[in-house]
């Protein structure tokens, strides 16, 4: 399982008017331990007013780079995302756990492909990552970046943006999106089904891409999926990651299920068993034993609390994350899970 190891802050630099990057300094010792791969995420620990809190947010730096730099957008009401936006300066320090998740692009120096990505607000936060990998990485691939947001002054990383377009103008292509202010060469509305199909069907219909890329809301993910398909391409080229949900958890499985189940949860080589209602999660049951399983957005959108079911059955009210055939092999989001069976042992360690 993932240890937090304590790091500093080397800089800040503010994005937009609500947003802001963070970069950690790390030590020799702790290099590889955050060596992470383009679309990965990394999740601070801290605590504020009196109770411990995670966050995960994505790493908008590249690997080539040898930076550790994750983008932080507030959000209303947000706990940690207003704290860091007013209060954080360099030389603080925060307990940050080694790099993970699913949302990935693995470059190569021999590739020769064609990607697409369609981001909104700070969806675009592991794009950043993707895009300088493969642009630095693989001088034989292009990548296509639409990128909707509600003006110009809302867009985080344009200034980047552009410099990269100027710098790889036959590699790097963008088409910006704004929903309330208009810009030279950008388009007036958003992320929508006309706007996917104008992108594949007229400004690059001579393409044809390898990958595609998705990350935003989940009404954005979905229709622009949908639309993806509705135009021949294989859902196993599609990738995305939510940054939101509307999803309320709980709301279904857990009104199906009756009595206890007898819990065994492996845990930093530890094995510990108790007694869990069917209709409490996996993770909330562990973390009300005094465990420290590893968790994050506890909404099902991130892969923290991912676990491996080793004997009896569980079942999940969420997932967008996990494939068929790992969910055939064990691994369960323990944050949407519930046991379904009178024993069950699950594996924090074995993923």
């Given amino acids: 399982m993932s240890k937090f190891h304590t790091l500093k802050i080397k800089e800040i630099k503010k994005e937009t008017r609500n947003s802001i990057s963070i970069l950690f300094d790390i030590p020799k010792e702790l290099i590889d331990t955050y060596k992470f791969i383009p679309g990965q995420y990394i999740t601070i620990k801290t605590t504020l007013e009196g109770k411990e809190i995670r966050r995960s947010y994505s790493i908008c730096s590249s690997p080539e780079s040898k930076e550790l730099r994750v983008a932080i957008k507030e959000v209303k009401n947000g706990l940690f995302s207003n704290f860091a936006s007013k209060k954080l300066k360099v030389g603080d320090l925060l307990d940050i756990a080694p ?8 470059t190569a120096t021999s590739n020769q492909k064609k990607y697409l990505a369609f981001t909104a607000g700070s969806g675009i936060t592991p794009v950043m990552s993707m895009i300088k990998s493969v642009l630095f990485k693989e001088i034989h691939s292009t990548f296509v970046l639409v990128y909707g947001n509600k003006s110009e002054e809302d867009t985080m990383f344009k200034s980047e943006i552009d410099l990269l377009k100027e710098r790889y103008p036959d590699r790097f292509f963008v088409q ?4 309330q202010k208009i810009l030279d060469k950008a ?4 992320i929508d089904t006309s706007n996917v199909n104008f992108i594949l069907k007229e400004k690059f219909k001579n393409f044809n891409f390898d990958s595609f890329y998705l990350c935003g809301p989940e009404a954005m993910i979905n229709n622009t999926t949908e639309t993806l398909q509705e135009n021949g391409i294989s859902l196993s080229k599609i990738h995305f990651e939510l940054f939101t949900s509307t999803y309320t958890s709980g709301a279904i499985t857990s009104k199906n299920l009756d009595g206890n189940t007898e819990i065994t949860v492996l845990l930093d080589d530890e094995e510990t068993t108790f007694e869990m209602s069917k209709k409490k999660f996996i993770l909330t049951a562990a973390l009300d034993q005094g465990l420290d399983a590893p968790y994050s957005c506890q909404g099902g959108i991130c892969s923290s609390c991912l676990a ?5 059955n569980a079942i999940m009210d969420k997932n967008t994350i996990l494939t068929d ?8 989001l323990t944050c949407q899970a519930h046991p379904t069976t009178q024993k069950l042992t699950v594996d924090y360690d074995d993923v």
């Avoid at 910006?176 to 929903?179: A, G, M, R, V």
């Avoid at 388009?187 to 958003?190: A, D, F, M, T, V």
């Fill in 176 to 179: 910006y999106i704004f929903s």
């Fill in 187 to 190: 388009i007036l509305g958003r």
């Fill in 325 to 332: 055939e790992e969910i055939k092999d064990g691994l369960i």
């Fill in 308 to 312: 491996k079911v080793t004997e009896g």
């Fill in 99 to 106: 790099p993970e998740g699913k949302f990935i692009i693995q």
